[in-house]
């Protein structure tokens, strides 16, 4: 079985700044794609951002700027660097990864969700 755990969420006024982290654990050989996603209420989750094993990183258009992705190796963990936040970053924000399992299974996996409200 393989764990997705995040944290850092929580109430920011607009214009300040969120730090989420995910740490992936359980029956890893090797962690491809970890990214976040997010869904504001009544609307579809999005992506907001992924990066690859190798470390190159995509951004959905409404954070480009504002948001920054980076990875840990080492403790199978994903950041999400959020700056200069705005009432439509409101949402749940999900953790995602694409995984290697021992046996040679590829799998997603997704955190529970962490609530992040923007003030304005």
């Known amino acids: 079985q393989v764990q997705l755990v995040e944290s850092g969420g929580g109430l920011v006024q607009a214009g300040g700044s969120l730090r989420l982290s995910c740490a992936a654990s359980?029956?890893?050989?090797?962690?491809?794609?970890m990214g976040w996603f997010r869904q504001a209420l009544g609307k579809q989750r999005e992506l907001v951002a992924v990066?690859?094993?190798?470390?190159?990183?995509n951004y959905a258009d409404s954070v480009k700027g504002r948001f920054t992705i980076s990875r840990d190796h080492t403790k199978n963990t994903v950041y999400l660097q959020m700056d200069s936040l705005i009432p439509e970053d409101t949402a749940v924000y999900y953790c995602?990864?694409?995984?290697?399992?021992?046996?040679?299974?590829?799998?997603?996996?997704w955190g529970q969700g962490t609530q992040v409200t923007v003030s304005s």
């Open positions: 990066i690859g094993d190798g470390g190159r990183a």
């Open positions: 995602y990864a694409s995984i290697t399992q021992k046996g040679g299974f590829n799998t997603s996996h």
């Open positions: 359980g029956s890893i050989v090797s962690i491809h794609a």
